[in-house]
């Protein structure tokens, strides 16, 4: 692989470093940069403005917002995104539904929902998680029953981020009940949220805070228009999300990031006769971090590349895993140069810990969630083991 980039190459990073920069309010991006709470409305205002340049969803067919660029051009756009500390495009929309219905949706499907998918005019949620169906997907219970025009869907999903915002869900059902094998019963359905007989209930966190949600459906009547594809093949679609989505939730840049944070606080915490920064141990830590960075942005590039045919891809489910563990190891690492300044919680300027510190440890809490959504760590070892190294 040749690692440098080309003129053009270059060129294109800079418009990106230079639209990120400049038309991204300032403000929002050092919310996201800090780890500080950001809201509908700035991720609305984001995707709007992204979307007006042509930016929000790139990798979709130019038809519905695409854009005609090279397998590196979309990763020079996403890190330079991520290293602006800009409001990703909601991945429900711009990674997870709107890719099955611009592959797998009908011509009705692509012009009802695609335009106000990518504008964030609908704010989908996911709906895949049940009670006992997390990280074993196939085992999910929610029904679906053909009426007429209509499905009649019945069950629960549960750890459904955002659905508070959300308008509608992209949701796994099982059709056959009575397949031979349990994955071959599902199908993808399309339900509006403010259809009767659905309620969203939030789960309160540890912290305080609403992040997901439980869904509950009862006899909710779904038009059959809004089944993606064929009944029973969702299984197929599933995996082919799963895909963009562990893909997607590498977060290289999100974690450049955070390292570079914790370097600069480092750089500001006396030790000794220096600072933490020039502590051997530390450094070598920071310096094996970016290392290992450095080999997963180049994997990243490497199953991208080939991945351009659009079938899933086994080896995303390397990135998965390892960007989960490069994410909270940065997590951990702004933990331990706040020290002590980190046990404070919500205390806001009546404490002497800086807000940044006060932020740290609720953030390497949080990020423990990364290795379990999007398949579980211990899925994604299963998977590298029986696609890859075919044990």
């Avoid at 005609?68 to 991945?91: F, G, K, N, Y």
């Avoid at 549960?158 to 094998?181: E, G, N």
């Amino acid at each position: 692989m040749n690692l440098a980039l080309t003129e053009e190459e270059r060129a294109f990073r800079d418009e990106m470093r230079a639209f990120f920069r400049s038309e991204i309010p300032a403000e929002t991006r050092e919310r996201v940069a800090s780890g500080a709470p950001i809201g509908r409305d700035d991720f609305v205002a984001s995707q709007r403005i992204l979307h007006a340049a042509g930016l929000a969803v790139p990798h979709w067919p130019v038809q519905w917002g695409g854009r005609d660029w090279s397998v590196v051009q979309r990763h020079i756009w996403l890190d330079e995104m991520q290293l602006a500390s800009v409001p990703e495009p909601l991945a429900f929309n711009a990674n997870m539904v709107g890719p099955v219905i611009a592959t797998f949706g009908s011509e009705e499907q692509k012009a009802r929902f695609l335009p106000p998918t990518a504008n964030l005019d609908i704010w989908w949620c996911q709906g895949f998680s049940e009670p006992e169906a997390g990280s074993d997907l196939a085992s999910l219970q929610t029904r679906a029953v053909r009426d007429g025009e209509f499905y009649v869907v019945n069950g629960q999903k549960t750890w459904t981020t955002m659905a508070q915002y959300a308008d509608w869900i992209f949701c796994l059902v099982r059709t056959d009940p009575s397949a031979p094998k349990k994955q071959a019963g599902i199908s993808f359905l399309l339900i509006d949220l403010a259809s009767p007989g659905v309620t969203v209930r939030p789960i309160r966190l540890i912290d305080g805070s609403y992040e997901v949600n439980e869904v509950f459906f009862d006899d909710v009547r779904v038009p059959a228009e809004n089944l993606v594809g064929e009944e029973n093949a969702g299984w197929s679609y599933a995996k082919f999300l799963l895909g963009n989505e562990r893909t997607g939730v590498t977060g290289v840049g999100r974690t450049k990031v955070k390292l570079a944070r914790a370097k600069q606080h480092a750089a500001r915490t006396a030790l000794g006769s220096g600072t933490l920064l020039d502590d051997p141990l530390f450094a070598a830590r920071v310096a094996e971090l970016e290392n290992d960075l450095l080999a997963l942005e180049l994997t990243q590039l490497r199953v991208v590349a080939g991945s351009a045919h659009g079938k899933p891809d086994p080896a995303s489910s390397l990135l998965k895993l390892r960007g989960s563990e490069l994410q909270q190891a940065a997590t951990e690492l702004l933990v331990d140069v706040a020290g002590p300044d980190s046990l404070p919680f919500d205390a806001g300027t009546d404490v002497a810990s800086p807000q940044w510190a006060q932020r740290a440890a609720p953030i390497y809490l949080n990020y423990r969630k990364v290795s379990i959504y999007s398949g579980s760590s211990e899925v994604q070892r299963s998977i590298i083991a029986s696609s890859i190294l075919g044990l």
